[in-house]
């Protein structure tokens, strides 16, 4: 794994954990970490890691690393496992996602409901999160070893799915717009695609890619199998997407509008992260903000 980002505010004192949240998201070519004030919310570090090339082995069958030794060999060079934290919150992210009403997922229909839409190994666990009360329910498929691993690292830790935190991040958002939204979360090798209109989800899916025309080809057919029209249709992106890449320059030719999201509404970012592309970390920035 290669450290690809490492800010820290000054005001940091790794001493003083007991008052700090720590927020993790875990990728399938790394993983980061978020610490904030848990009672201001202020980031007071980002740190991310990115696996290169050559460091890890992936398996062919669900795109993870093949074992957690060599996911978790850099978590305790980070630094960050010593300290007390007040909370820890730990986002999964996953290609494999579904959508399905509460009462589904309770009955024990998970596994067919994720089969019918994904390819399942025996090494992986279905977890599940609801985007709010009573409303729909976001299932993801993961290796197993990664809540074995974080159990150990952080035996209090919460465990999340990080397209739900995506999703409850843009519905505190832009739930108050009455007109449909469509956003783009990019990933490393795959995308989300989400819809809402108001407190509805109207939409939320994901699509694996190699080249980036791929990504223009699945927005395009999602759009137009929702009815709608891609180029009266304004597009938000966050994730590992910038404004100089091929992709956004492709969609730019085909969708109404398309913008960067902008931060969190976090009350102190401070200077320090002013640098910083942060709609980059839209998922990880969201944890703490999503209970």
């Not at 996911?71 to 980070?78: L, T, V």
């Not at 820890?88 to 399905?100: E, N």
């Not at 690292?153 to 991040?169: Q, T």
């Not at 990019?186 to 694996?208: D, W």
Request: hydrophobic content about 40%.
């Amino acid at each position: 794994m290669e450290c690809i980002l490492n800010q820290v505010d000054p005001q940091f004192d790794a001493a003083r954990g007991v008052q700090y949240r720590l927020s993790i998201l875990l990728c399938q070519d790394g993983f980061s970490f978020l610490v904030t004030d848990a009672d201001s919310q202020k980031i007071l570090k980002l740190l991310s890691y990115k696996a290169t090339n050559s460091d890890i082995q992936h398996s062919d069958s669900h795109g993870w690393p093949a074992t957690g030794k060599e996911y978790f060999g850099e978590f305790k060079n980070s630094g960050l496992t010593e300290i007390t934290w007040q909370r820890v919150d730990i986002a999964i992210a996953s290609h494999k996602i579904t959508v399905a009403p509460g009462v589904f997922l309770k009955n024990g229909e998970e596994h067919g409901l994720m089969s019918a839409a994904h390819s399942m190994s025996e090494d992986e666990e279905i977890l599940t999160e609801p985007v709010f009360d009573l409303g729909p329910v976001i299932a993801i498929a993961a290796p197993r070893y990664l809540a074995e691993y974080c159990s150990k690292l952080f035996p209090a830790a919460l465990l999340h799915c990080a397209p739900a935190i995506f999703v409850k991040g843009l519905l505190r958002e832009h739930s108050k717009l009455i007109s449909r939204q469509i956003f783009i979360n990019a990933y490393h090798g795959y995308f989300e695609i989400a819809v809402i209109q108001g407190l509805r989800l109207i939409y939320l899916n994901s699509f694996r890619y190699s080249a980036p025309s791929d990504v223009l080809y699945y927005v395009i057919f999602v759009l137009e199998q929702l009815g709608f029209i891609p180029s009266e249709e304004n597009v938000m992106l966050m994730g590992e997407i910038s404004e100089n890449e091929l992709i956004y320059n492709q969609l730019k030719m085909y969708c109404g509008s398309l913008k960067t999201a902008a931060c969190p509404d976090i009350p102190d970012y401070g200077d320090t992260f002013n640098e910083i592309a942060l709609h980059r970390h839209y998922t990880l920035l969201n944890i703490p903000l999503c209970e």
